[in-house]
Nanobody, 122 residues
Framework: QVQLVESGGGLVQPGGSLRLSCAASGSIFRINAMGWYRQAPGKQRELVATITSGDRTNYDDSVKGRFTIARENAKNTVYLQMNSLKPEDTAVYYC????????????????WGQGAQVTVSS
């Protein structure tokens, strides 16, 4: 059993900043890729950013230059620093992780956080 717990959501004005955190706990041998996705009302869930175990990052064009994804492996935690926030960034943000639970079996499972509401409004 693995859990991803998110924190850091909230209400901010346009141009403001928020920092989301997502900590994984449970039976974990190794976390491979981690990422952030978001879903706005009436829209499908979309990719925001990903980061590999080697710290290679990928961003959606809509957030490049404004958002930064990072991970702290010793804490099994991934972060999303969001700067210069826009109203169109308003969504529920979900963290995601591909996790190998066993040191003997090369099986990867995907897990999701509970979601964090981010609202950008004046």
């Amino acid at each position: 059993q693995v859990q991803l717990v998110e924190s850091g959501g909230g209400l901010v004005q346009p141009g403001g900043s928020l920092r989301l955190s997502c900590a994984a706990s449970g039976s974990i041998f190794r976390i491979n890729a981690m990422g952030w996705y978001r879903q706005a009302p009436g829209k499908q869930r979309e990719l925001v950013a990903t980061i590999t175990s080697g710290d290679r990052t990928n961003y959606d064009d809509s957030v490049k230059g404004r958002f930064t994804i990072a991970r702290e492996n010793a804490k099994n935690t991934v972060y999303l620093q969001m700067n210069s926030l826009k109203p169109e960034d308003t969504a529920v943000y979900y963290c995601n992780a591909d996790i190998r639970r066993s040191p003997w079996t090369a099986k990867i499972d995907e897990y999701w956080g509970q979601g964090a509401q981010v609202t950008v409004s004046s």
